[in-house]
């Protein structure tokens, strides 16, 4: 008896602490939970402006873009090949000294390097016995020509001496078109030829190194000069987008290095013949690249554009919600507060829709989080 007492004790007592315990954290989660909720009307959600909730929403402003007459197109850049000089040795020989580095800005007949070479040596003597042959003809001639004017010699030996002048002037002439064609103005037989840039720009590779052998049928070119403001954007046409593309059609270029920005060009060829195994038609753009920021064997994304007149708000499709055949976005009317919105969209790609109703350039939208806004919403409304 006094056994079943003493437990009866031992559960009340159990009892009121447990309601205690409940009661005690009953409190305290009304305690943490004591911020405003957010209060809805209509399509429109308010919250002060230090609620949690706001902490998981990115607001962005939106930006007008021309609107795309088809879906990004993948692409890569590559060097304008008319601004562009990939430089090989014209001779064999070793490299003795290298003037340039990578990445360095260079002049039009600047040197890049030097090279020993005997094949120079050899062009370059050939050019002096050339001229020294040239002048000993030249002397020869005039006084054939003086002795036949008093009858002094034969005409077949004035007609001898005007052949030898003829054949000294030609070589004379071959030997200065090797040197020339080597962008030489060397006057010694040392056999130390200087490669020179022809054009301007910055050098853009170097595939060579001191005490390196050269020689003119190498695969791979010593040095890439390049004017890097001019890139060309290499895109792989689908077939059935063909009849969308024409010359001087402008495009808009986009990389993941820059996710923010767009650069302008423009079509400037379209391939003549498909790609038999990927049905794919090569088209050719130039981009103007002043600021440097894009570069060659990027990666990128090529959008033709429609109307460069018509700008259309552009926003990033995780912004959007669908409900039924209708499309809607939050947008930020104040600080806190964010307004459900129905919008009309133009076209849609992967990544970015365009919008052609309900949202004007400049409104701040909520690009992240506007499924867990529209869930709160709906809560609240019900």
């Known amino acids: 008896m006094k056994k079943i007492i003493w437990l009866s004790a031992l559960a009340l007592t159990a009892g009121i602490a447990y309601w205690g315990w409940q009661k005690l954290h009953a409190v305290d989660h009304s305690v943490i939970a004591g911020k405003p909720a957010a209060q809805a009307s209509g399509d429109t959600l308010k919250y ?7 902490t998981f929403l990115q607001i962005k402003p939106v930006v007008a873009f021309p609107e795309p007459l088809v879906e990004p197109l993948n692409a890569r850049i590559v060097y304008d090949d008319n601004h562009t000089a990939r ?50 003809k030249q002397q020869a001639y005039d006084r054939a020509k003086q002795l036949l004017e008093i009858k002094g010699i034969a005409l077949k030996d004035y007609e001898s001496a005007k052949a030898d ?82 010359i001087g059609q402008p495009v808009l270029v986009e990389s993941d290095a820059y996710p923010d920005e767009v650069f302008h060009g423009k079509v400037t060829v379209i391939g003549e ?29 090529v959008t033709p554009i429609a109307d460069t007149e018509a700008d259309l708000p552009r926003i990033p499709n995780t912004a959007l919600l669908t409900q039924g055949l209708y499309s809607y976005l939050f947008v930020e009317k104040s600080p806190g507060v964010l307004q459900r919105r129905r919008v009309s969209l133009a076209t ?26 529209n869930s709160e919403l709906s809560g609240n409304n019900e």
């Open 48 to 54: 002060p402006p230090d609620a949690p909730q706001l």
């Open 165 to 246: 002048l003829n054949q000294a002037e030609a070589e004379s002439l071959r030997t200065k078109a090797v040197l020339r064609n080597l962008a030489s103005h060397a006057t010694t037989t040392e056999g130390k030829f200087i490669l020179r840039s022809p054009l301007a720009g910055i050098v853009s590779e170097r595939q060579v190194n001191a005490g390196s052998q050269v020689r003119p049928d190498a695969a791979n070119p010593l040095f890439v000069i390049t004017e890097p403001q001019h890139l060309w954007v290499l895109v792989d046409l689908p077939e059935r987008q063909l009849g969308k593309i024409k």
């Open 87 to 136: 430089i090989f040795s014209p001779l064999s020989g070793r490299v003795t000294r290298i003037d340039v580095e990578a990445g360095q800005q260079v002049k039009a007949g600047e040197a890049l390097l030097q090279i020993d070479s005997p094949d120079f040596a050899s062009a370059t003597s050939d050019g002096m016995k050339a001229d020294a042959d040239l002048l000993r």
């Open 348 to 373: 849609q790609d992967r990544d970015y829709s365009y919008v052609k109703e309900g949202l004007s350039p400049g409104e701040r939208i909520v690009t992240s989080g506007a499924l867990l806004l």
């Open 273 to 301: 013949s498909l790609d038999p195994v990927t049905r794919r038609i090569q088209v050719r753009c130039y981009v103007n690249n002043a600021l440097l920021k894009l570069k060659p064997e990027m990666f990128a994304r």
